[in-house]
């Protein structure tokens, strides 16, 4: 079974900085692109990045470009998302996906394009 288990989120001020935590199992973690995307009330799912395991290849939306890092330790089956600077605007729920490489064409992934995602984790950032 496919789990993907986001941790780290929370209520921080504006500028402050936050690191999320996915935990992965139940697929091949190297045979995956791992992303994350954000969802805020009332909006679409907007994509944040994402990290292709082939080459190790790192896209970002232009709106965190420079804020946030994404990484992973292939070893634990766990992606991270490194959140500097964040503003209230970056306030959402966040979800861990992933999307099989055969179905991957480079680039940043939209919300909606993931295979799997997990539950979310809240963040807050107050002005």
């Known amino acids: 079974e496919v789990q993907l288990v986001e941790s780290g989120g929370g209520l921080v001020q504006a500028g402050g900085s936050l690191r999320l935590s996915c935990a992965a199992s139940?697929?091949?973690?190297?045979?995956?692109?791992i992303g994350w995307f954000r969802q805020a009330p009332g909006k679409d799912r907007e994509g944040v990045s994402c990290?292709?395991?082939?080459?190790?290849?790192?896209y970002y939306a232009d709106s965190v470009k420079g804020r946030f890092t994404i990484s992973s330790d292939n070893a634990k089956n766990t992606v991270y998302l490194q959140m500097n600077s964040l503003k209230p605007e970056d306030t959402a729920v966040y979800y861990c996906?992933?999307?099989?490489?055969?179905?991957?064409?480079?680039?940043?992934?939209?919300?909606?394009?993931?295979?799997?995602w997990g539950r979310g984790t809240q963040v807050t950032v107050a002005s």
């Open positions: 139940g697929f091949a973690f190297d045979d995956y692109a």
């Open positions: 996906a992933a999307l099989r490489l055969t179905y991957y064409g480079g680039g940043l992934l939209r919300g909606y394009e993931y295979d799997y």
């Open positions: 990290m292709s395991s082939s080459d190790g290849s790192t």
